[in-house]
């Protein structure tokens, strides 16, 4: 790492997403331009100070370059980013170490764009190693998809360990209880933990307010130098120890369902930072039963232990844990890729104290997390984390 | 709607010949003698491309379960609800799989043994499938 790591360190200048929607008529790329021209409004930076992109949207051959070219950006240093939903999260680590390598100066990360329906998935006849998993082992037994996946963890985590229904219920209950806070979430009725056990059923025991709802929209961050966010006048986010995983226990002929890729990194996250100085935890969450898993694997507590910690925990924004305090992707909607980066929009905003009536009182540290793609009946392909702060790490 | 039908491809031939022969069988490799399915183009510990196919014994336990009510895959709409198993083979690998005759999902627990049962499908493959067995 270079002196102008400590000296000018690489911080989050700019953070914003477009308004979600469950249908809408802009084709992919119309969102992301609008999702990359608002944090940039965000951060008070031109866009012509760009000279680096992150991309989330489906990987298509040799298209990182004519994709900027498409945006009118004459960048320096440019990728797409394909590891599921932890995209534009671990997207945010590579612009960070190409800027602390001096490879760009300003990155702007995007994702999102229009629904994604399922058949057009299978339309690779060559396909990816994850096309051909899906199509000779997976898709002919008319897998439910992530829905039954979460479905398979949950039953298992609940046989095993005691997991009840109405300790993950209220994730779902907690998290909408922030969303009626929070302007730019589609799911904002009141849910009692009756509405949550009595909802249908999809992938038993996976029931509707289980699952993430599919949206559309935009999300985008951007990096830079402290020296060079500070012209605008804004107040930076500072970026602590991350880490990231892919492949848990991909040599395991019979996996654990229950342990994610989170015990491989979780030392090396909270080295710097105890997790009990945390003012709130914004993590990715398409399942209660996803932010479950987090939790034992961050270590928050004892593995098998989560349901009980759910239970004796208050993690609402009024609580000692605050957790997704804008709602989540379970009340604020998944905008595709794009979904990666709502818990970072939404530290941001705490950080800043920007963030309206859910504004917890002067939070000075937060912790992000992303996950992304399950693997053939193991858990989580992709597991990300990161620290990130209202003060300038040492 | 065609139910999604798997490919053969070069590594996993194998598996789809012995099928036929109502034989289930995984990659044991040659080199480090690790046993996995599903089928990889090599070994998954060692990169070995030296495999032969063991013929595995068939039996199996219910590791766990859904039961799939809104399948999004197309050509299923009509066998929904079904249940699909995540099934925990007695060699201890596990692969994803469903019940053969769905009238044995009634009481269906974690920890139930089965026994393999192949099905032929549209494209002349067999398709494992399991079946609820006295334990
Ligand atoms: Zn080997």
Not at chain 1, 82 to 107: H, K, L, N, T
Not at chain 1, 180 to 194: C, F, H, K, V
Not at chain 1, 286 to 310: H, M, T, V, W
Request: proline share 5%; hydrophobic share 40%.
């Amino acid at each position: 790492m270079t002196d102008a790591t400590v000296t000018d360190p690489v911080v989050i200048a700019g953070a914003a997403e477009t308004k979600f929607a469950r249908n809408s008529e802009l084709m992919d790329l119309e969102f992301l331009a609008e999702g990359m021209r608002l944090a940039l409004a965000d951060a008070g930076i031109g866009k012509d100070d760009v000279n680096g992109l992150v991309l989330c949207a489906p990987v298509i051959p040799d298209d990182s370059s004519y994709m900027a070219e498409h945006f009118g950006f004459g960048a320096n240093w440019v990728m797409k980013a394909d590891y599921g939903g932890a995209s534009p999260v671990v997207g945010m680590f590579r612009a960070r170490r190409a800027i602390e390598a001096g490879e760009a100066d300003v990155v702007v990360i995007v994702g999102g764009g229009n629904r994604l329906e399922f058949p057009e998935r299978q339309h690779d006849v060559t396909g990816s190693p994850l096309d051909y998993m899906n199509r000779s082992w997976v898709l002919p037994y008319g897998y439910g998809g992530p829905n039954s996946s979460f479905g398979l963890v949950q039953r298992r985590h609940m046989a095993e360990h005691g997991t009840t229904i109405e300790q993950l219920g209220k994730v779902s209950t907690t998290f909408r209880r922030h969303a009626q806070l929070n302007e730019n979430a589609l799911l904002r009725d009141p849910l009692t933990l009756e509405d949550y056990v009595n909802s249908e059923l999809i992938s038993d025991p996976i029931r509707k307010y289980d699952c993430v709802m599919r949206c559309t929209g935009a999300v985008a961050v951007v990096l830079t130098r402290e020296s060079i966010a500070k012209k605008s006048g804004r107040q930076p986010v500072y970026l602590g120890d991350s880490a990231e995983h892919h492949g848990h226990q991909v040599q395991e002929g019979s996996p654990d369902r229950l342990e994610t890729g989170f015990v491989n990194i979780r030392d090396k996250l909270f080295a710097n930072t105890a997790r009990e100085d945390l003012d709130f935890l914004q993590l990715y969450d398409d399942y209660p039963i996803a932010i479950l898993l987090q939790l034992e694997d961050l270590g928050f507590c004892e593995k098998g232990k989560g349901g009980q910690f759910l239970e004796e925990t208050d993690f609402s924004i009024w609580g000692e844990l605050p957790i997704n305090t804008g709602g989540g992707l379970l009340s604020i909607g998944q905008p595709r890729l794009g979904g990666g980066l709502i818990p970072v929009v939404e530290a941001v905003r705490q950080l800043r104290g920007e963030a309206g009536a859910r504004q917890l009182k002067d939070p000075k540290l937060g912790f992000v997390s992303s996950i992304g793609l399950i693997d053939y009946l193991s858990n989580l392909v992709v597991t990300a984390g990161l620290i990130v702060g209202k003060e300038r790490f040492k | 709607m065609t139910k999604p039908m798997p490919t053969p491809v070069h590594w996993d031939r194998g598996f789809w010949n012995l099928a036929a022969q109502g034989i289930l069988s995984a990659q044991r490799c040659q080199d480090c003698n690790h046993l996995q399915h599903y089928p990889r183009p090599a070994c998954g510990k060692c990169l070995s491309p030296s495999r032969l196919w063991e013929h595995l014994s068939g039996l199996a336990t219910v590791y766990s379960f859904t039961v799939v009510r809104r399948p999004f895959t197309p050509g299923f709409d009509d066998q929904s609800p079904f249940v699909l198993l995540d099934v925990l083979l007695d060699e201890g690998l596990r692969l994803l799989s469903r019940l053969k005759d769905e009238s044995q999902a009634e009481g269906l627990g974690i920890g139930d043994r089965l026994r393999v049962s192949f099905q032929q499908i549209e494209n002349g493959l067999h398709l494992p499938y399991f079946t609820k067995v006295n334990a």
